[in-house]
């Protein structure tokens, strides 16, 4: 093995360990997508085709009524394209740390890139931790928490039956992305960004295809971007102290 | 119960939500090479993980399914259970323990309050 090779698995190694305390979110949200899914109404070989080739629960989830309603395909792209459009905002923010690799590997990448992913790999960049090899880490990351999430779909889709819906097992997703995000929130302008990307989403909420996401998250990231230049332009403590 | 759909139509539903998915997952990075998004778009999209994650969590949490009303009442038990999980959160970054904590808490106000 070259040592380019040797140095691109310890970072895939390190990607794959670097994912695991977000691993126990994932899988209770893929088990509650693969239950969801099944007790909406589709039969299990949909559910598991949908699982493995559409791979995102909001939009799985949020596209399960229509299906059931017998709605025109183009409304239940539509609505997953929608609902899937933070993922946009997602690969922007990426993009700088692949322009340098060829295409067919950014499409891989991001393919598998998700909420838990995608989280994980801009805290690691921003505290300045991420190896050298950064796609292969990232790789790492997205493998387990790709195989994980289908383990529990499956599980979830085999089992639907004898999970009662009372255990509310969904909100362990929920807790899971409040432990991601907490530890971002040091910062003034996060913080803003945080109540603001809340307070529009609450308002918003009414509005169809998890759209009131896409604006608060929008809001939110114009109210921090705000304050971070104000704060950027003040002149420094030191000098009038 | 299965839905009154399809087959070719389900596999249509399919093969057309997996495209949503794949398109806006890579559409920045596949445009990378063509696109500068310039200095303050990128600093910018720093802040897309906490403000886009607010927007997801908070709504989950005071906007309950049946009805989707608001519930800012301290006896809805997601907010209790986020509440304890955030307290965890400032303890220690642990979470596998900020889960526990948090469905525990929830779990005790649903069967509880």
Same mark, same amino acid.
């Given at each position: 093995?070259?040592?380019?090779?040797?140095?691109?698995?310890?970072?895939?190694?390190?990607?794959?360990?670097?994912?695991?305390?977000?691993?126990?979110?994932?899988?209770?949200?893929?088990?509650?997508?693969?239950?969801?899914?099944?007790?909406?109404?589709?039969? &299990?070989?949909?559910?598991?085709?949908?699982?493995?080739?559409? !791979?995102?629960?909001?939009?799985?989830?949020?596209?399960?009524?229509?299906?059931?309603?017998?709605?025109?395909?183009?409304?239940? &792209?539509?609505?997953?394209?929608?609902?899937?459009?933070?993922?946009?905002? !997602?690969?922007?923010?990426?993009?700088?740390?692949?322009?340098?690799?060829?295409?067919?590997?950014?499409?891989?990448?991001?393919?598998?890139?998700?909420?838990?992913?995608?989280?994980?790999?801009?805290?690691?960049?921003?505290?300045?931790?991420?190896?050298?090899?950064?796609?292969?880490?990232? %790789?790492?990351? @997205?493998?387990?928490?790709?195989?994980?999430?289908?383990?529990?779909?499956?599980?979830?889709?085999?089992?639907?039956? !004898?999970?009662?819906?009372?255990?509310?097992?969904?909100?362990?997703?929920?807790?899971?992305?409040?432990?991601?995000?907490?530890?971002?929130?040091?910062?003034?302008?996060?913080?803003?960004?945080?109540?603001?990307?809340?307070?529009? %989403?609450?308002?918003?909420?009414?509005?169809?295809?998890?759209?009131?996401?896409?604006?608060?998250?929008?809001?939110?990231?114009?109210?921090?971007?705000?304050?971070?230049?104000?704060?950027?332009?003040?002149?420094?403590?030191?000098?009038?102290? | 119960?299965?839905?009154?759909?399809?087959?070719?139509?389900?596999?249509? &539903?399919?093969?057309?939500?997996?495209?949503?998915?794949?398109?806006?997952?890579?559409?920045?990075?596949?445009?990378? %090479?063509?696109?500068?998004?310039?200095?303050? &778009?990128?600093? %910018?999209?720093?802040?897309?993980?906490?403000?886009?994650?607010?927007?997801?969590?908070?709504?989950?949490?005071?906007?309950?399914?049946?009805?989707?009303?608001?519930?800012?009442?301290?006896?809805?038990?997601?907010?209790?259970?986020?509440?304890?999980?955030?307290?965890?959160?400032?303890?220690?970054?642990?979470?596998?323990?900020?889960?526990?904590?948090?469905?525990?808490? !929830?779990?005790?106000?649903?069967? @509880?309050?």
């Amino acid at each position: 093995m070259s040592p380019l090779t040797v140095e691109r698995r310890a970072a895939f190694r390190s990607g794959q360990r670097a994912i695991i305390p977000s691993l126990f979110g994932a899988a209770a949200w893929g088990l509650v997508s693969g239950v969801a899914m099944v007790k909406g109404g589709l039969a &299990v070989p949909w559910a598991l085709m949908m699982s493995l080739l559409v !791979y995102a629960g909001s939009a799985q989830l949020a596209a399960l009524p229509l299906i059931v309603a017998g709605a025109p395909l183009w409304v239940i &792209v539509a609505t997953g394209l929608i609902t899937n459009l933070r993922f946009v905002i !997602y690969s922007a923010a990426m993009r700088p740390y692949f322009a340098h690799l060829v295409a067919r590997r950014r499409a891989a990448l991001g393919f598998f890139m998700t909420d838990f992913t995608f989280t994980l790999f801009m805290r690691h960049a921003q505290e300045g931790k991420l190896p050298e090899h950064r796609d292969a880490w990232f %790789a790492g990351v @997205c493998a387990n928490n790709w195989i994980t999430w289908q383990i529990s779909a499956t599980t979830g889709i085999v089992a639907a039956s !004898y999970v009662p819906a009372e255990w509310g097992l969904e909100f362990t997703g929920t807790l899971a992305l409040v432990a991601l995000v907490g530890p971002s929130l040091v910062t003034r302008p996060a913080l803003l960004g945080a109540l603001v990307a809340s307070a529009v %989403a609450l308002l918003a909420h009414g509005l169809p295809f998890k759209l009131g996401l896409f604006c608060g998250a929008i809001a939110g990231i114009a109210a921090a971007t705000i304050a971070d230049s104000l704060r950027e332009r003040a002149p420094p403590d030191a000098e009038g102290a | 119960m299965t839905a009154p759909v399809s087959g070719i139509a389900l596999a249509a &539903v399919i093969l057309g939500l997996a495209l949503s998915t794949f398109v806006t997952r890579t559409s920045f990075l596949l445009a990378g %090479a063509k696109l500068r998004l310039g200095h303050r &778009v990128e600093m %910018a999209l720093r802040f897309a993980p906490v403000c886009t994650l607010a927007a997801i969590i908070v709504p989950d949490i005071l906007i309950h399914a049946p009805g989707r009303v608001l519930d800012l009442s301290l006896v809805n038990p997601r907010l209790i259970g986020a509440l304890a999980a955030g307290l965890w959160l400032c303890w220690s970054r642990n979470i596998i323990g900020c889960l526990s904590t948090g469905m525990a808490a !929830y779990t005790l106000a649903r069967l @509880c309050l």
